[in-house]
Nanobody, 116 residues
Framework: VQLQASGGGLVQAGGSLRLSCVAS??????MGWFRRAPGKEREFVAR????????FYAPSVKGRFTISNDNAKNTVHLQMNSLKPEDTAVYYC????????????WGQGTQVTVSS
């Protein structure tokens, strides 16, 4: 099983980035994005139910970020708009086998840096 994240980079405040995560090896019930800023704990960003497409967001990103999935390509995307310097972090995609389990699988992380 492998989760391959990509799409990070450097962007000015107010800009946009789109992260992608390709899953291989098995199917999952839920996929999500987390982030870890320098000196801070890892925090939840967003998740999506693979079959039904229901989504949930952290309050700090709701209205600015959109998570979506492409079933045909086994890929989940995180569209990030109106980026702020406080969004700077390493972003990780994660997946879990069932709705009630912990996140079992993690990608390698992709750096997002937002300059002011």
């Amino acid at each position: 099983v492998q989760l391959q994240a990509s799409g990070g980079g450097l962007v000015q405040a107010g800009g946009s980035l789109r992260l992608s995560c390709v899953a291989s090896g098995r199917t999952f019930d839920t996929m999500g994005w987390f982030r870890r800023a320098p000196g801070k704990e890892r925090e939840f960003v967003a998740r999506i139910s693979w079959s039904g497409g229901s989504t949930f967001y952290a309050p700090s990103v709701k209205g600015r970020f959109t998570i979506s999935n492409d079933n045909a390509k086994n890929t989940v995307h995180l569209q990030m708009n109106s980026l702020k310097p406080e969004d700077t972090a390493v972003y990780y995609c994660a997946a879990k086998r069932t709705a009630w389990s912990a996140y079992d699988y993690w990608g390698q992380g992709t750096q997002v840096t937002v300059s002011s």
